[in-house]
Protein backbone atom coordinates (compact mmCIF):
# COMPACT_ATOMS: atom_id res chain seq x y z
CA UNK A 1 0.00 0.00 0.00
CA UNK A 2 1.46 3.06 -1.21
CA UNK A 3 1.42 5.94 1.49
CA UNK A 4 -1.07 9.04 1.82
CA UNK A 5 0.54 12.12 0.28
CA UNK A 6 -2.63 13.76 1.53
CA UNK A 7 -4.64 13.12 4.46
CA UNK A 8 -7.68 14.79 5.60
CA UNK A 9 -8.86 13.82 8.95
CA UNK A 10 -12.30 14.70 10.32
CA UNK A 11 -11.94 18.02 8.73
CA UNK A 12 -15.01 20.46 9.31
CA UNK A 13 -15.33 23.93 8.05
CA UNK A 14 -17.92 26.19 9.19
CA UNK A 15 -18.92 29.51 7.66
CA UNK A 16 -20.58 32.46 9.94
CA UNK A 17 -23.85 34.01 8.22
CA UNK A 18 -25.81 36.70 9.15
CA UNK A 19 -29.29 35.41 10.43
CA UNK A 20 -32.55 35.55 8.85
CA UNK A 21 -34.42 38.68 9.55
CA UNK A 22 -31.80 40.54 11.86
CA UNK A 23 -31.81 37.60 14.00
CA UNK A 24 -28.46 36.96 15.75
CA UNK A 25 -25.63 35.40 13.70
CA UNK A 26 -25.92 31.58 12.84
CA UNK A 27 -22.79 29.32 11.34
CA UNK A 28 -23.23 27.35 7.60
CA UNK A 29 -21.84 23.53 7.88
CA UNK A 30 -20.15 23.60 4.62
CA UNK A 31 -17.89 20.54 5.11
CA UNK A 32 -18.23 17.92 8.03
CA UNK A 33 -16.32 14.80 8.75
CA UNK A 34 -14.13 14.51 5.78
CA UNK A 35 -11.72 11.68 6.23
CA UNK A 36 -10.03 10.88 3.19
CA UNK A 37 -5.97 9.19 1.73
CA UNK A 38 -5.41 10.66 -1.30
CA UNK A 39 -2.33 7.99 -2.32
CA UNK A 40 0.95 9.12 -3.56
CA UNK A 41 1.12 9.33 -7.64
CA UNK A 42 -2.60 8.39 -7.55
CA UNK A 43 -5.63 10.01 -9.41
CA UNK A 44 -8.39 10.66 -7.26
CA UNK A 45 -11.92 12.10 -8.85
CA UNK A 46 -14.49 13.59 -6.44
CA UNK A 47 -18.01 14.22 -7.38
CA UNK A 48 -20.78 15.59 -5.76
CA UNK A 49 -23.67 17.40 -5.89
CA UNK A 50 -23.53 21.54 -6.77
CA UNK A 51 -23.04 22.90 -3.35
CA UNK A 52 -21.98 20.01 -1.70
CA UNK A 53 -18.83 22.14 -0.52
CA UNK A 54 -16.33 20.72 -2.85
CA UNK A 55 -14.63 24.18 -3.46
CA UNK A 56 -14.18 24.96 0.32
CA UNK A 57 -12.29 21.42 0.18
CA UNK A 58 -10.35 22.90 -2.17
CA UNK A 59 -9.84 26.25 -0.52
CA UNK A 60 -8.34 24.14 2.26
CA UNK A 61 -6.05 22.13 0.45
CA UNK A 62 -5.31 25.06 -1.25
CA UNK A 63 -4.32 26.69 2.13
CA UNK A 64 -6.44 29.95 1.39
CA UNK A 65 -8.76 29.19 4.67
CA UNK A 66 -8.17 26.83 7.36
CA UNK A 67 -10.64 24.23 8.91
CA UNK A 68 -13.18 24.68 11.92
CA UNK A 69 -11.86 21.50 13.02
CA UNK A 70 -9.99 18.55 12.00
CA UNK A 71 -6.52 19.04 9.98
CA UNK A 72 -5.12 18.49 6.67
CA UNK A 73 -1.47 16.92 6.00
CA UNK A 74 0.14 16.88 3.21
CA UNK A 75 3.13 14.27 3.44
CA UNK A 76 2.59 14.28 7.24
CA UNK A 77 2.65 18.09 7.81
CA UNK A 78 -0.07 20.36 8.42
CA UNK A 79 -1.23 22.54 5.61
CA UNK A 80 -0.29 26.15 7.01
CA UNK A 81 -1.21 28.47 4.17
CA UNK A 82 -0.29 28.52 0.79
CA UNK A 83 2.70 27.30 -1.37
CA UNK A 84 4.22 26.06 -4.27
CA UNK A 85 3.95 22.27 -2.85
CA UNK A 86 0.17 22.37 -4.59
CA UNK A 87 -0.68 23.67 -7.87
CA UNK A 88 -4.43 24.73 -8.67
CA UNK A 89 -6.00 24.54 -11.74
CA UNK A 90 -9.35 26.70 -11.80
CA UNK A 91 -12.11 26.64 -13.93
CA UNK A 92 -12.34 29.82 -15.11
CA UNK A 93 -8.34 29.29 -15.98
CA UNK A 94 -7.43 32.45 -13.99
CA UNK A 95 -4.83 33.26 -16.79
CA UNK A 96 -3.26 36.99 -16.25
CA UNK A 97 -4.19 38.57 -19.32
CA UNK A 98 -1.43 41.03 -19.56
CA UNK A 99 1.29 38.00 -19.68
CA UNK A 100 1.50 35.71 -22.73
CA UNK A 101 1.37 32.20 -22.45
CA UNK A 102 4.80 31.84 -21.83
CA UNK A 103 5.15 34.38 -19.06
CA UNK A 104 2.14 33.02 -17.57
CA UNK A 105 3.58 29.68 -17.32
CA UNK A 106 6.79 31.14 -15.84
CA UNK A 107 4.48 33.30 -13.20
CA UNK A 108 5.09 30.47 -10.25
CA UNK A 109 8.98 30.39 -10.78
CA UNK A 110 8.63 33.92 -11.56
CA UNK A 111 7.53 34.39 -7.41
CA UNK A 112 10.09 31.50 -6.66
CA UNK A 113 12.97 34.29 -7.68
CA UNK A 114 14.10 31.65 -10.48
CA UNK A 115 16.56 33.35 -13.02
CA UNK A 116 15.03 34.57 -16.54
CA UNK A 117 16.73 31.93 -18.78
CA UNK A 118 15.97 29.03 -16.19
CA UNK A 119 12.27 30.00 -16.66
CA UNK A 120 11.72 30.51 -19.96
CA UNK A 121 13.42 27.12 -20.74
CA UNK A 122 10.54 25.18 -17.90
CA UNK A 123 8.16 27.43 -19.90
CA UNK A 124 9.01 26.26 -23.02
CA UNK A 125 9.45 22.40 -21.87
CA UNK A 126 5.72 22.83 -20.46
CA UNK A 127 4.21 24.66 -23.27
CA UNK A 128 5.71 21.68 -25.10
CA UNK A 129 4.06 18.90 -23.02
CA UNK A 130 1.03 20.45 -22.97
CA UNK A 131 0.79 20.63 -27.03
CA UNK A 132 1.02 24.52 -27.43
CA UNK A 133 5.00 24.71 -28.06
CA UNK A 134 3.89 27.40 -30.97
CA UNK A 135 1.51 29.39 -29.17
CA UNK A 136 4.24 31.08 -26.55
CA UNK A 137 3.94 34.42 -27.22
CA UNK A 138 0.19 34.56 -27.40
CA UNK A 139 -1.45 36.64 -25.01
CA UNK A 140 -4.79 34.52 -23.05
CA UNK A 141 -7.22 36.77 -25.50
CA UNK A 142 -5.80 34.87 -28.47
CA UNK A 143 -6.12 31.96 -27.19
CA UNK A 144 -9.02 29.40 -27.06
CA UNK A 145 -10.79 28.17 -23.79
CA UNK A 146 -8.92 24.97 -23.76
CA UNK A 147 -5.81 26.09 -25.17
CA UNK A 148 -6.18 28.52 -21.72
CA UNK A 149 -7.12 24.94 -19.91
CA UNK A 150 -3.77 23.82 -20.99
CA UNK A 151 -1.64 27.16 -20.48
CA UNK A 152 -3.16 26.71 -17.01
CA UNK A 153 -2.05 23.40 -16.51
CA UNK A 154 1.48 23.97 -17.23
CA UNK A 155 1.70 26.73 -15.32
CA UNK A 156 0.90 25.14 -12.38
CA UNK A 157 3.28 21.76 -13.48
CA UNK A 158 5.80 24.83 -13.95
CA UNK A 159 7.18 24.95 -10.97
CA UNK A 160 6.62 21.38 -9.63
CA UNK A 161 4.27 21.09 -7.39
CA UNK A 162 4.00 17.82 -5.46
CA UNK A 163 0.24 17.67 -6.35
CA UNK A 164 -2.22 19.23 -8.69
CA UNK A 165 -5.35 20.20 -7.35
CA UNK A 166 -8.26 20.94 -10.39
CA UNK A 167 -11.58 22.71 -9.72
CA UNK A 168 -13.88 21.60 -12.10
CA UNK A 169 -11.54 22.31 -14.99
CA UNK A 170 -12.78 21.23 -18.13
CA UNK A 171 -16.46 22.55 -17.21
CA UNK A 172 -16.42 25.74 -19.13
CA UNK A 173 -15.05 23.96 -22.11
CA UNK A 174 -17.16 22.43 -25.27
CA UNK A 175 -17.59 18.46 -24.89
CA UNK A 176 -15.05 17.48 -27.81
CA UNK A 177 -12.51 19.72 -26.40
CA UNK A 178 -13.15 18.36 -22.80
CA UNK A 179 -12.65 15.06 -24.07
CA UNK A 180 -9.46 15.53 -25.66
CA UNK A 181 -7.99 17.47 -22.65
CA UNK A 182 -9.28 14.62 -20.23
CA UNK A 183 -6.97 12.41 -22.62
CA UNK A 184 -4.49 15.06 -22.14
CA UNK A 185 -4.11 15.30 -19.04
CA UNK A 186 -4.36 11.16 -18.72
CA UNK A 187 -1.27 11.54 -20.85
CA UNK A 188 0.32 14.10 -18.75
CA UNK A 189 -0.44 12.72 -15.56
CA UNK A 190 1.43 9.28 -16.61
CA UNK A 191 4.19 11.15 -18.35
CA UNK A 192 4.79 13.35 -14.61
CA UNK A 193 3.77 10.89 -11.55
CA UNK A 194 1.75 13.93 -9.88
CA UNK A 195 -0.59 13.36 -7.49
CA UNK A 196 -3.95 14.65 -8.73
CA UNK A 197 -7.12 15.68 -6.64
CA UNK A 198 -9.83 16.32 -9.46
CA UNK A 199 -13.08 17.93 -8.94
CA UNK A 200 -15.84 17.41 -10.88
CA UNK A 201 -19.94 17.19 -11.05
CA UNK A 202 -19.26 15.05 -14.38
CA UNK A 203 -19.91 11.88 -13.30
CA UNK A 204 -18.41 10.78 -16.58
CA UNK A 205 -15.44 12.33 -16.11
CA UNK A 206 -14.99 11.27 -12.70
CA UNK A 207 -14.99 7.61 -14.03
CA UNK A 208 -12.97 7.98 -16.97
CA UNK A 209 -10.07 10.10 -15.11
CA UNK A 210 -10.19 8.69 -11.33
CA UNK A 211 -8.05 5.32 -10.55
CA UNK A 212 -10.66 6.19 -7.31
CA UNK A 213 -13.87 8.31 -7.20
CA UNK A 214 -14.95 9.70 -3.81
CA UNK A 215 -18.47 10.63 -4.47
CA UNK A 216 -20.12 13.48 -1.70
CA UNK A 217 -23.09 13.98 -0.17
CA UNK A 218 -25.21 17.01 -0.26
CA UNK A 219 -24.99 19.61 2.31
CA UNK A 220 -22.84 19.87 4.54
CA UNK A 221 -20.57 17.66 2.46
CA UNK A 222 -19.47 14.17 3.57
CA UNK A 223 -17.44 11.47 1.68
CA UNK A 224 -20.42 9.32 1.25
CA UNK A 225 -18.33 6.22 -0.74
CA UNK A 226 -15.14 5.75 -2.67
CA UNK A 227 -15.01 3.55 -5.57
CA UNK A 228 -12.45 1.83 -6.94
CA UNK A 229 -12.41 2.05 -11.04
CA UNK A 230 -10.68 -1.04 -12.81
CA UNK A 231 -7.71 -0.57 -14.78
CA UNK A 232 -9.40 -1.64 -17.80
CA UNK A 233 -11.16 1.71 -18.06
CA UNK A 234 -7.93 3.25 -18.25
CA UNK A 235 -7.17 1.87 -21.36
CA UNK A 236 -4.85 4.10 -23.58
CA UNK A 237 -5.93 2.33 -26.84
CA UNK A 238 -9.80 1.54 -26.25
CA UNK A 239 -12.74 4.01 -26.52
CA UNK A 240 -13.56 3.35 -22.76
CA UNK A 241 -16.87 4.84 -22.69
CA UNK A 242 -17.94 1.93 -24.69
CA UNK A 243 -16.73 -0.67 -22.70
CA UNK A 244 -19.45 -2.63 -20.12
CA UNK A 245 -17.63 -2.46 -17.20
CA UNK A 246 -17.93 1.63 -17.99
CA UNK A 247 -21.66 1.39 -17.66
CA UNK A 248 -21.41 -0.42 -14.78
CA UNK A 249 -19.55 1.81 -12.79
CA UNK A 250 -21.17 4.90 -14.27
CA UNK A 251 -24.25 3.69 -12.78
CA UNK A 252 -23.19 2.82 -9.57
CA UNK A 253 -22.00 6.59 -9.23
CA UNK A 254 -24.76 7.75 -10.44
CA UNK A 255 -27.09 5.60 -8.19
CA UNK A 256 -24.69 6.91 -5.47
CA UNK A 257 -25.47 10.82 -6.41
CA UNK A 258 -28.90 10.48 -7.22
CA UNK A 259 -30.06 10.32 -3.59
CA UNK A 260 -28.11 13.35 -2.82
CA UNK A 261 -29.38 14.91 -5.70
CA UNK A 262 -32.68 15.02 -4.77
CA UNK A 263 -31.52 15.57 -1.06
CA UNK A 264 -30.17 18.73 -2.40
CA UNK A 265 -32.66 19.69 -4.58
CA UNK A 266 -35.93 18.26 -2.43
CA UNK A 267 -37.52 21.43 -0.98
CA UNK A 268 -37.57 23.12 -4.56
CA UNK A 269 -38.73 20.04 -6.30
CA UNK A 270 -41.32 19.59 -3.46
CA UNK A 271 -42.46 23.10 -4.06
CA UNK A 272 -42.45 22.64 -7.27
CA UNK A 273 -44.86 19.52 -7.43
CA UNK A 274 -42.72 17.71 -9.96
CA UNK A 275 -41.34 14.39 -10.44
CA UNK A 276 -38.15 13.97 -8.64
CA UNK A 277 -36.77 10.93 -10.26
CA UNK A 278 -36.89 12.63 -13.20
CA UNK A 279 -35.68 15.53 -11.89
CA UNK A 280 -32.68 13.70 -9.87
CA UNK A 281 -31.77 12.13 -13.61
CA UNK A 282 -31.24 15.22 -15.27
CA UNK A 283 -29.15 16.54 -12.53
CA UNK A 284 -27.19 13.77 -12.21
CA UNK A 285 -26.18 13.69 -16.13
CA UNK A 286 -24.76 16.91 -16.30
CA UNK B 1 -1.99 15.34 -29.96
CA UNK B 2 -5.60 14.03 -31.56
CA UNK B 3 -6.29 14.82 -35.11
CA UNK B 4 -8.96 16.75 -34.09
CA UNK B 5 -6.77 19.46 -32.20
CA UNK B 6 -4.18 19.51 -35.13
CA UNK B 7 -6.67 20.15 -37.33
CA UNK B 8 -7.81 23.01 -35.56
CA UNK B 9 -4.26 24.40 -34.93
CA UNK B 10 -3.86 24.45 -38.70
CA UNK B 11 -6.86 26.11 -39.27
CA UNK B 12 -5.65 28.80 -36.34
CA UNK B 13 -2.45 29.35 -38.37
CA UNK B 14 -3.75 28.98 -41.86
CA UNK B 15 -6.95 30.06 -41.62
CA UNK B 16 -9.69 27.27 -42.98
CA UNK B 17 -9.29 26.11 -46.91
CA UNK B 18 -12.21 28.36 -47.59
CA UNK B 19 -11.37 31.37 -46.26
CA UNK B 20 -7.64 30.92 -48.16
CA UNK B 21 -8.97 30.19 -51.44
CA UNK B 22 -11.23 33.79 -51.16
CA UNK B 23 -8.25 35.27 -50.38
CA UNK B 24 -5.87 34.71 -53.14
CA UNK B 25 -9.09 35.57 -55.58
CA UNK B 26 -9.28 39.01 -53.44
CA UNK B 27 -5.24 40.21 -53.52
CA UNK B 28 -5.57 41.50 -57.25
CA UNK B 29 -8.51 43.10 -56.66
CA UNK B 30 -6.90 44.41 -53.22
CA UNK B 31 -3.67 45.36 -54.85
CA UNK B 32 -5.20 48.06 -57.26
CA UNK B 33 -8.06 49.34 -55.22
CA UNK B 34 -5.59 49.98 -52.41
CA UNK B 35 -4.53 52.86 -53.39
CA UNK B 36 -7.78 54.97 -54.61
CA UNK B 37 -9.20 53.31 -51.15
CA UNK B 38 -6.31 54.86 -48.79
CA UNK B 39 -7.33 57.97 -50.71
CA UNK B 40 -10.96 57.60 -49.75
CA UNK B 41 -10.32 56.98 -46.31
CA UNK B 42 -8.23 59.56 -45.60
CA UNK B 43 -11.50 61.83 -47.58
CA UNK B 44 -13.80 60.54 -45.81
CA UNK B 45 -12.14 61.15 -42.35
CA UNK B 46 -11.01 64.83 -43.54
CA UNK B 47 -14.14 65.44 -45.40
CA UNK B 48 -16.25 67.30 -42.29
CA UNK B 49 -13.03 69.26 -41.66
CA UNK B 50 -12.20 70.53 -44.62
CA UNK B 51 -15.93 71.32 -44.97
CA UNK B 52 -16.19 73.31 -41.94
CA UNK B 53 -12.22 75.60 -42.92
CA UNK B 54 -13.93 75.73 -46.15
CA UNK B 55 -17.28 77.34 -44.68
CA UNK B 56 -15.01 78.95 -42.23
CA UNK B 57 -12.71 80.50 -44.82
CA UNK B 58 -16.00 81.63 -47.01
CA UNK B 59 -19.06 83.26 -44.96
CA UNK B 60 -16.88 85.92 -43.97
CA UNK B 61 -16.01 87.10 -47.31
CA UNK B 62 -19.15 86.53 -49.10
CA UNK B 63 -20.59 88.72 -45.84
CA UNK B 64 -22.53 86.22 -44.61
CA UNK B 65 -20.81 86.70 -41.20
CA UNK B 66 -19.12 90.10 -39.48
CA UNK B 67 -15.93 89.48 -40.27
CA UNK B 68 -14.83 91.96 -37.72
CA UNK B 69 -16.22 88.91 -35.39
CA UNK B 70 -15.17 85.84 -37.60
CA UNK B 71 -12.19 86.66 -39.77
CA UNK B 72 -11.49 84.13 -42.40
CA UNK B 73 -9.33 81.40 -41.43
CA UNK B 74 -6.55 81.87 -43.93
CA UNK B 75 -6.56 85.53 -41.61
CA UNK B 76 -6.23 83.68 -38.26
CA UNK B 77 -3.31 81.63 -40.06
CA UNK B 78 -1.61 84.74 -41.05
CA UNK B 79 -1.90 86.12 -37.76
CA UNK B 80 -0.90 83.36 -35.66
CA UNK B 81 2.46 83.44 -38.31
CA UNK B 82 3.43 86.72 -37.38
CA UNK B 83 3.02 86.10 -33.24
CA UNK B 84 5.27 82.98 -34.04
CA UNK B 85 7.81 85.27 -36.04
CA UNK B 86 7.96 88.01 -33.17
CA UNK B 87 8.49 85.40 -30.59
CA UNK B 88 5.05 85.86 -28.82
CA UNK B 89 3.92 82.73 -29.57
CA UNK B 90 6.79 80.58 -28.64
CA UNK B 91 6.33 82.60 -24.88
CA UNK B 92 2.87 81.91 -24.57
CA UNK B 93 2.89 78.23 -25.81
CA UNK B 94 5.91 77.23 -23.70
CA UNK B 95 4.42 78.98 -20.73
CA UNK B 96 1.26 77.32 -21.22
CA UNK B 97 3.24 73.77 -21.57
CA UNK B 98 4.86 74.23 -18.27
CA UNK B 99 2.23 74.84 -16.27
CA UNK B 100 -0.32 71.81 -17.97
CA UNK B 101 2.56 69.16 -18.54
CA UNK B 102 4.37 69.88 -14.59
CA UNK B 103 0.68 70.24 -12.86
CA UNK B 104 -0.64 66.75 -14.41
CA UNK B 105 2.73 64.53 -13.89
CA UNK B 106 2.92 66.08 -9.99
CA UNK B 107 -0.32 64.89 -9.92
CA UNK B 108 0.04 61.71 -11.40
CA UNK B 109 2.71 61.11 -9.13
CA UNK B 110 0.71 62.23 -6.15
CA UNK B 111 -2.20 60.92 -6.34
CA UNK B 112 -1.83 57.69 -8.51
CA UNK B 113 -0.06 55.66 -5.15
CA UNK B 114 -2.35 57.69 -3.33
CA UNK B 115 -5.57 55.99 -5.19
CA UNK B 116 -3.83 52.62 -5.03
CA UNK B 117 -3.58 52.59 -1.21
CA UNK B 118 -6.91 53.53 -0.93
CA UNK B 119 -8.19 50.93 -3.26
CA UNK B 120 -6.15 48.49 -1.59
CA UNK B 121 -7.08 49.02 2.20
CA UNK B 122 -10.10 49.30 2.54
CA UNK B 123 -10.10 51.44 6.05
CA UNK B 124 -8.22 54.42 4.51
CA UNK B 125 -10.80 54.29 1.44
CA UNK B 126 -13.74 54.65 4.42
CA UNK B 127 -11.99 57.24 5.90
CA UNK B 128 -11.08 59.45 2.89
CA UNK B 129 -14.33 59.00 0.82
CA UNK B 130 -15.77 61.56 2.48
CA UNK B 131 -13.54 63.93 1.54
CA UNK B 132 -13.27 63.10 -1.43
CA UNK B 133 -16.59 63.25 -2.36
CA UNK B 134 -16.90 66.72 -1.24
CA UNK B 135 -13.79 67.91 -2.71
CA UNK B 136 -14.72 66.37 -6.10
CA UNK B 137 -18.02 68.18 -6.41
CA UNK B 138 -16.54 71.33 -5.63
CA UNK B 139 -16.16 72.49 -9.29
CA UNK B 140 -12.01 73.67 -9.33
CA UNK B 141 -12.98 76.65 -10.94
CA UNK B 142 -15.43 77.37 -8.16
CA UNK B 143 -12.17 77.43 -6.08
CA UNK B 144 -10.04 80.02 -8.28
CA UNK B 145 -10.04 82.91 -6.38
CA UNK B 146 -9.48 81.23 -3.26
CA UNK B 147 -6.01 79.70 -5.09
CA UNK B 148 -5.26 83.12 -6.07
CA UNK B 149 -5.60 84.75 -2.50
CA UNK B 150 -3.58 82.29 -1.09
CA UNK B 151 -0.80 81.78 -3.58
CA UNK B 152 -0.92 85.34 -5.61
CA UNK B 153 -1.04 85.78 -9.61
CA UNK B 154 2.02 83.54 -10.12
CA UNK B 155 2.70 79.82 -11.34
CA UNK B 156 2.25 78.59 -8.15
CA UNK B 157 -1.87 79.34 -7.83
CA UNK B 158 -2.21 77.67 -11.92
CA UNK B 159 0.01 74.59 -11.64
CA UNK B 160 -2.14 73.95 -8.19
CA UNK B 161 -4.97 74.39 -9.77
CA UNK B 162 -3.84 72.06 -12.73
CA UNK B 163 -3.44 69.09 -9.68
CA UNK B 164 -6.41 69.96 -8.00
CA UNK B 165 -8.50 69.12 -10.84
CA UNK B 166 -6.35 66.37 -12.28
CA UNK B 167 -6.63 64.88 -8.42
CA UNK B 168 -9.99 63.93 -8.92
CA UNK B 169 -10.60 61.96 -12.11
CA UNK B 170 -7.05 60.21 -11.25
CA UNK B 171 -7.99 59.17 -7.26
CA UNK B 172 -11.46 57.82 -8.18
CA UNK B 173 -10.22 55.85 -10.98
CA UNK B 174 -7.49 54.72 -9.54
CA UNK B 175 -9.09 53.51 -6.52
CA UNK B 176 -11.69 51.80 -8.48
CA UNK B 177 -9.32 50.07 -10.54
CA UNK B 178 -7.62 48.22 -7.68
CA UNK B 179 -11.39 47.21 -6.22
CA UNK B 180 -11.92 45.86 -9.48
CA UNK B 181 -8.92 43.54 -10.07
CA UNK B 182 -10.92 39.80 -10.37
CA UNK B 183 -10.70 38.39 -7.06
CA UNK B 184 -9.47 35.02 -9.01
CA UNK B 185 -6.69 36.27 -10.11
CA UNK B 186 -5.48 37.55 -6.55
CA UNK B 187 -6.24 34.08 -5.60
CA UNK B 188 -4.35 31.86 -8.39
CA UNK B 189 -1.59 34.19 -7.44
CA UNK B 190 -1.63 33.61 -3.95
CA UNK B 191 -2.04 30.13 -4.56
CA UNK B 192 1.52 30.50 -6.24
CA UNK B 193 3.35 31.20 -2.93
CA UNK B 194 2.97 35.08 -4.16
CA UNK B 195 4.05 37.61 -0.90
CA UNK B 196 1.91 40.74 -0.54
CA UNK B 197 4.90 42.67 -2.24
CA UNK B 198 4.83 40.37 -5.01
CA UNK B 199 0.89 39.72 -5.54
CA UNK B 200 1.03 44.03 -5.50
CA UNK B 201 3.61 44.29 -8.40
CA UNK B 202 2.52 41.80 -10.39
CA UNK B 203 -0.63 41.35 -10.11
CA UNK B 204 -2.78 44.48 -9.04
CA UNK B 205 -1.05 47.22 -10.08
CA UNK B 206 -0.68 45.55 -13.82
CA UNK B 207 -4.53 44.58 -13.87
CA UNK B 208 -5.21 48.29 -12.63
CA UNK B 209 -3.64 50.21 -15.55
CA UNK B 210 -6.08 50.00 -17.89
CA UNK B 211 -8.65 52.10 -15.23
CA UNK B 212 -5.99 53.67 -13.90
CA UNK B 213 -5.43 55.02 -17.84
CA UNK B 214 -8.96 55.93 -18.29
CA UNK B 215 -8.52 58.87 -15.49
CA UNK B 216 -4.90 59.79 -16.10
CA UNK B 217 -6.99 61.08 -19.85
CA UNK B 218 -9.54 62.22 -17.97
CA UNK B 219 -6.96 64.22 -15.87
CA UNK B 220 -5.29 65.09 -19.33
CA UNK B 221 -8.55 67.08 -20.90
CA UNK B 222 -9.09 68.82 -17.15
CA UNK B 223 -5.88 70.12 -16.83
CA UNK B 224 -6.53 72.18 -19.96
CA UNK B 225 -9.22 73.29 -19.58
CA UNK B 226 -8.72 74.39 -16.09
CA UNK B 227 -5.01 75.69 -17.08
CA UNK B 228 -7.18 78.07 -20.02
CA UNK B 229 -9.67 79.36 -17.74
CA UNK B 230 -6.83 80.30 -14.86
CA UNK B 231 -4.83 82.16 -17.26
CA UNK B 232 -7.74 84.20 -18.07
CA UNK B 233 -7.87 85.33 -14.69
CA UNK B 234 -4.83 86.71 -13.88
CA UNK B 235 -1.97 85.94 -15.94
CA UNK B 236 0.80 87.54 -18.49
CA UNK B 237 1.19 84.93 -20.84
CA UNK B 238 0.23 81.42 -21.33
CA UNK B 239 -2.42 80.50 -24.11
CA UNK B 240 -5.23 81.53 -22.33
CA UNK B 241 -3.84 85.18 -21.61
CA UNK B 242 -3.23 85.73 -25.53
CA UNK B 243 -7.14 84.89 -26.19
CA UNK B 244 -8.18 86.84 -23.48
CA UNK B 245 -5.92 89.62 -24.05
CA UNK B 246 -6.41 89.55 -27.99
CA UNK B 247 -10.15 90.11 -27.16
CA UNK B 248 -9.13 93.04 -25.08
CA UNK B 249 -7.16 94.73 -27.72
CA UNK B 250 -9.28 93.86 -30.20
CA UNK B 251 -7.12 91.54 -32.11
CA UNK B 252 -9.81 89.18 -33.23
CA UNK B 253 -7.38 87.10 -35.66
CA UNK B 254 -4.64 86.42 -32.56
CA UNK B 255 -7.77 85.32 -30.72
CA UNK B 256 -9.01 82.83 -32.66
CA UNK B 257 -5.88 81.52 -33.36
CA UNK B 258 -4.68 81.12 -29.56
CA UNK B 259 -8.31 79.16 -29.57
CA UNK B 260 -6.58 76.70 -32.80
CA UNK B 261 -3.21 76.30 -30.23
CA UNK B 262 -5.44 74.73 -27.35
CA UNK B 263 -7.34 72.90 -29.50
CA UNK B 264 -3.80 71.22 -31.15
CA UNK B 265 -2.40 71.08 -27.73
CA UNK B 266 -4.88 69.04 -26.76
CA UNK B 267 -5.55 66.54 -29.80
CA UNK B 268 -1.38 66.30 -29.41
CA UNK B 269 -1.70 65.62 -25.39
CA UNK B 270 -4.65 62.98 -26.51
CA UNK B 271 -2.35 61.43 -29.39
CA UNK B 272 0.18 60.65 -26.56
CA UNK B 273 -1.31 59.58 -23.83
CA UNK B 274 -3.61 57.10 -26.66
CA UNK B 275 0.16 56.03 -27.86
CA UNK B 276 1.53 55.23 -24.86
CA UNK B 277 -2.05 53.36 -23.89
CA UNK B 278 -1.45 51.45 -26.85
CA UNK B 279 2.16 50.45 -25.92
CA UNK B 280 1.63 49.68 -22.38
CA UNK B 281 -1.72 47.78 -23.11
CA UNK B 282 -0.51 45.70 -26.22
CA UNK B 283 -2.24 42.57 -23.96
CA UNK B 284 -5.35 44.02 -23.99
CA UNK B 285 -8.12 42.26 -26.68
CA UNK B 286 -8.76 44.92 -29.30
CA UNK B 287 -12.52 46.54 -28.67
CA UNK B 288 -15.32 45.45 -30.91
Redesign the interface.
Known amino acids: MTPAKIRFEHVRKEFPVRGKDGGPAQSFTALDDITLDVRTGEFLALVGPSGCGKSTLLDLLGGLTTPSSGRILLDGKIIEGPARDRGIVFQQYALFPWRTAAQNVEFGLDIAGVKARERREKAQHYLDLVGLSGFADRYPHELSGGMKQRVAIARSLAYDPEVLLMDEPFAALDAQTRETLQVELLRIWRSTGKTILFITHGIDEAVVLGQRVAVMTSRPGRIKQLIDIPDELHSETEDVRSLPGFGHVRHEVWSLLRDEVLKAQGSQVVALGGEPVAKAKELAHV | ??N??IL??LE??EGSPRDRARQRAGVVVAARGSLVRWFGIIGQRCLLLLLFLAVWETAPRLGLIDVTFLPPFSEVIAAGWQLAQSGELYDDVAASLLRALSGFLIAIVLFVPLGVLTGWYARLGDLLNQIIEIARNTAPLALLPVFILLLGIGELSKVTMVIYSCAWPLLLNTIAAVRQV?P??I?????????PS?LFR??IL??S?PTIFVGIRLASASAMLVLVASEMVGAKSGLGFLIINSQYSFLIPQMYFGILGITVIGLAFNAILEALERRL?????PAV
Open positions: MSLETLLADLLKSARTMGATQKVPALMRWKA
